[in-house]
């Protein structure tokens, strides 16, 4: 089955880019996820990435998957004090109906 | 639309006691979840739903008991409450396995 592993913290000025990394071990993982949560709430859809893409941009938000090496990156662009959340990767198991989260990386944009 | 709909916000139990935790869904997704959330470890999946009748485990299922009668709802039972058990929960639903899920507010349950 799949694991998803991402570091637990990170903290970044106001306006400066932040990346955000997670790794998987499910190789046939259709898709990925990047998921938002915002204190006392349940989590929202940020972007996805289909398996046989590289790169997607969204706005301020760039996502980059590296298959071979099983990465994921999140990159927010000109970050504000409202992307101050908690960023969980996830990726669908192989063979299971089952979204697999990793731990949440928790984003503070301090000015 | 209200989406995904968890009662209660908030519930304090003894050891030992039991209760359900209610999720409905009016978006007619066929996929349903529970995940309890723990500091530093992310989600964890309890049990899950693809469809009426149809419920499995996840990875962290015991002491829980989930029922499918209907589309819409997909309560979770607590048979009898331990601390360990304290957590927040989230019910998700999905139209299906690939799609977007679709989380409730969370229910934050302490166990004492």
């Known amino acids: 089955g799949e694991d998803v592993e991402q570091s637990l913290f990170l903290s970044v000025r106001e306006g400066d880019s932040s990346v955000i990394n997670c790794t998987y071990t499910?190789?046939?993982?259709?898709?990925l996820y990047w998921y938002k949560q915002e204190p006392g709430a349940g989590l929202q859809l940020l972007t996805y990435?289909?398996?046989?893409?590289d790169m997607k941009q969204d706005q301020r938000l760039t996502v980059l998957l590296n298959k071979k090496d099983k990465h994921l990156s999140l990159r927010i662009a000109d970050t504000q004090t409202g992307d101050s959340a908690i960023y969980f990767c996830a990726g669908v198991s192989g063979g299971y109906n089952k979204l697999i989260f990793g731990a949440g990386t928790r984003l503070a944009v301090h000015p | 639309n209200a989406g995904v709909t968890q009662t209660p916000k908030f519930q304090v139990l003894k050891t030992g006691q039991s209760m359900t935790l209610q999720c409905a869904q009016d978006?007619?997704?066929?996929?349903m979840s529970w995940y309890r959330q723990d500091p530093g470890m992310g989600l964890r999946l309890i049990h899950y739903?693809?469809?009426?009748?149809?419920?499995d485990q996840g990875e962290v299922p015991n002491g829980y008991n989930v029922s499918r009668s209907t589309t819409e709802d997909f309560p979770l039972r607590l048979l009898s409450a331990a601390p360990s058990q304290t957590s927040v929960y989230f019910c998700?639903?999905?139209?299906?396995?690939?799609?977007?899920?679709?989380f409730g507010q969370g229910t934050r349950l302490t166990v004492v």
């Open positions: 739903s693809v469809g009426a009748g149809i419920t």
């Open positions: 978006m007619n997704h066929e996929y």
């Open positions: 990435i289909f398996s046989n893409m």
């Open positions: 998700a639903s999905s139209r299906d396995r690939v799609t977007e899920a679709f």
């Open positions: 499910d190789s046939s993982s259709t898709y």
